[in-house]
């Protein structure tokens, strides 16, 4: 196999990792994971309603479906802070990205 065979089969592995997530997480608590995922109330309901041959076949696809969400230093810092206070960093980081738009589908 490959490099690039190698790399696009690593890609659909974490794209449908990815969607299966965020699939369990929507239809236990659709609020919850909407947050935890950074989805908008439209692209939750598109995820949450694929069938199995729709979620597999959008994994197959060549580019990541899910994209980093800490591209902000202070995020970044509040999830890698360590320490007594590595709760209350958990949680301004939490408060960081609610702040954050959602992902819409365009």
């Known amino acids: ?4 065979s190698e790399m ?4 659909k592995e ?5 969607l299966l997530l965020a699939q369990r997480l929507l239809r236990e608590d659709k ?3 909407m947050f935890r995922m ?3 109330d439209h692209v939750a309901d598109v995820l949450a309603n694929l ?3 729709q979620t597999v076949k959008l994994a197959a696809t060549n580019q990541l479906l899910c994209r980093f969400r800490f591209d902000d230093h202070a995020v970044l810092s509040s999830l890698t802070h360590s320490g007594k ?3 209350v960093a958990s949680s301004h980081a ?5 702040g954050q738009p959602v992902e819409q589908i365009g």
Do not use: F
């Open 1 to 4: 196999m490959s490099y690039s």
């Open 8 to 11: 696009l089969n690593e890609i």
């Open 14 to 18: 974490v794209n449908l990792s990815y």
């Open 31 to 33: 609020t919850t994971g």
């Open 38 to 40: 950074g989805l908008s």
């Open 51 to 53: 069938t199995l041959s």
């Open 85 to 87: 206070n590595a709760g």
């Open 94 to 98: 939490a408060i960081l990205l609610a």
